[in-house]
């Protein structure tokens, strides 16, 4: 029977500090400033923002 | 005169144009909607791009018109709907796809209807059009109807757009798999949120950020499609496939 074939260098190394401990925190801080623009947005078009003029 | 204002425009839209020929071919190639909705939305910010180089060098009603209907209205609505179907079936997209064309057609004849009270005395071209338009255009009660549209459009449209390239780098992240493609989201992901941010950063009156932020966000969404895109399971299953059809 064949082996299963190898993807070579599809899968994220489980040793990594980048990926274990970097993109989970990128992903947090990035969800959380699309929050805050998806706010600021509404509070311009709404007018609870200040506009510099 | 060549200044920042004209050379940015200049550079985010030379990035922008290969960016929309990289999606479009792949779209020719493959015939999925999420690559044509995605390749439309980038020619509309490649038009708005160059809108504002022109606006940058004098005076252009059309050239506003592309400025403000492709780049501050529709654009970011029109690449996001693009992420939908990639993580959604086409039945379940369709209705927003509909809601989406008839909008952006209402958007169209409300531009149309603010075009003759545009008033292009106020128009200085030592500043960028993204901190005067504001003046030219008239305020939402004397019949600029377009301004309360823009923010629905653009909020939908990040949402879709970043929020689809967090969940899809999410995914990807917890099955442990295609590296690239987790680092690809998260760059398209942040070149997103660079240009809303300077998008709401100039609706709150600071438009000197734009430029800088549309070659940021050209860039940033360039390589992560790039760096997305560069490792293909399927082509290398095929590849694996016939090498042990082969043996």
């Given at each position: 029977?064949?082996?299963?074939?190898?993807?070579?260098?599809?899968?994220?190394?489980?040793?990594?500090?980048?990926?274990?401990?970097?993109?989970?925190?990128?992903?947090?801080?990035?969800?959380?400033?699309?929050?805050?623009?998806?706010?600021?947005?509404?509070?311009?078009?709404?007018?609870?923002?200040?506009?510099?003029? | 005169?060549?200044?920042?204002?004209?050379?940015?425009?200049?550079?985010?839209?030379?990035?922008?144009?290969?960016?929309?020929?990289?999606v479009l071919r792949h779209f020719f190639a493959r015939w999925?909607?999420?690559?044509?909705f995605w390749g439309i939305g980038l020619l509309m910010f490649?038009?708005?791009?160059?809108?504002?180089?022109?606006?940058?060098?004098?005076?252009?009603?059309?050239?506003?018109?592309?400025?403000?209907?492709?780049?501050?209205?529709?654009?970011?609505?029109?690449?996001?709907?693009?992420?939908?179907?990639?993580?959604?079936?086409?039945?379940?997209?369709?209705?927003?796809?509909?809601?989406?064309?008839?909008?952006?057609?209402?958007?169209?004849?409300?531009?149309?209807?603010?075009?003759?009270?545009?008033?292009?005395?106020?128009f200085n071209p030592q500043s960028p059009i993204s901190e005067?338009?504001?003046?030219?255009?008239?305020?939402?009660?004397?019949?600029?109807?377009?301004?309360?549209?823009?923010?629905?459009?653009?909020?939908?449209?990040?949402?879709?757009?970043?929020?689809?390239?967090?969940?899809?780098?999410?995914?990807?992240?917890?099955?442990?798999?295609?590296?690239?493609?987790?680092?690809?989201?998260?760059?398209?992901?942040?070149?997103?949120?660079?240009?809303?941010?300077?998008?709401?950063?100039?609706?709150?009156?600071?438009?000197?950020?734009?430029?800088?932020?549309?070659?940021?966000?050209?860039?940033?969404?360039?390589?992560?499609?790039?760096?997305?895109?560069?490792?293909?399971?399927?082509?290398?299953?095929?590849?694996?496939?016939?090498?042990?059809?082969?043996?």
């Open positions: 029977m064949p082996c299963k074939p190898k993807l070579h260098g599809a899968r994220i190394p489980a040793d990594s500090t980048f990926f274990g401990k970097v993109v989970p925190v990128l992903m947090l801080e990035l969800g959380i400033v699309l929050a805050t623009i998806v706010v600021l947005a509404f509070g311009v078009a709404f007018g609870f923002v200040p506009v510099a003029r | 005169m060549l200044t920042n204002n004209t050379l940015l425009p200049f550079f985010s839209t030379a990035v922008m144009l290969l960016f929309c020929v990289a999925e909607l999420h690559f044509l490649s038009f708005s791009s160059f809108a504002e180089a022109v606006l940058a060098l004098g005076w252009s009603r059309w050239a506003f018109f592309s400025w403000y209907f492709f780049g501050a209205a529709l654009n970011a609505a029109w690449i996001g709907q693009g992420t939908l179907y990639l993580l959604f079936s086409r039945k379940r997209v369709l209705p927003w796809t509909a809601l989406l064309l008839l909008g952006s057609l209402a958007a169209l004849a409300l531009m149309l209807q603010v075009m003759p009270l545009l008033d292009e005395t106020l005067q338009y504001s003046r030219i255009m008239p305020p939402v009660r004397e019949g600029a109807t377009i301004r309360l549209a823009t923010p629905l459009f653009n909020v939908y449209g990040v949402i879709a757009l970043v929020g689809g390239a967090l969940w899809s780098s999410y995914l990807f992240w917890r099955k442990r798999v295609l590296p690239n493609r987790v680092i690809g989201n998260l760059l398209i992901a942040a070149g997103a949120l660079v240009i809303s941010f300077a998008s709401v950063l100039t609706r709150m009156g600071f438009g000197a950020w734009l430029y800088l932020g549309e070659l940021l966000a050209a860039g940033l969404l360039f390589t992560g499609f790039m760096v997305a895109a560069r490792f293909r399971p399927n082509k290398l299953r095929a590849a694996a496939r016939s090498r042990l059809n082969a043996e």
